[in-house]
């Protein structure tokens, strides 16, 4: 797979918007329609989310290009992390990206969320 970008950025809230004109930049360079760049923001922009309410202060997100011609995204915690109990948010934001993404995985230390990874089929 090709990588488009690779970026590690302090999960801050003030840092999303960056993040989602990010991976906007990289939707349009791979081809997405418009709708599908605006919800795969979202998917990264919730996965953030969901790994800074576990205790995250620090991620990693991973945009590559998928066989099919379209995206994969993986969304790493890589600092930080706490036994904190799930949230509704969590559980609004999980519905999101399986509503939204196709092929959504999680990986998991114990109960715990530490990476999810989805993919957009080309759309343009």
Do not use: H, W
């Amino acid at each position: 797979m090709k990588d488009y970008l690779f970026v590690r950025v302090p999960l801050r809230r003030e840092m999303m918007t960056t993040v989602r004109l990010t991976t906007g930049g990289v939707c349009s360079a791979a081809g997405m329609s418009y709708d599908g760049g605006e919800d795969c923001k979202v998917c990264v922009t919730e996965s953030l989310l969901l790994l800074m309410r576990r205790g995250f202060s620090a991620a990693e997100v991973r945009f590559f290009a998928a066989e099919d011609g379209g995206l994969k995204v993986r969304v790493e915690g890589t600092e930080g992390a706490a036994d904190l109990p799930a949230s509704d948010e969590d559980e609004i934001a999980l519905a999101l990206l399986n509503a939204l993404a196709a092929d959504v995985a999680m990986d998991k230390a114990g109960d715990a969320v530490t990476a999810i990874a989805f993919a957009f089929g080309q759309q343009a």
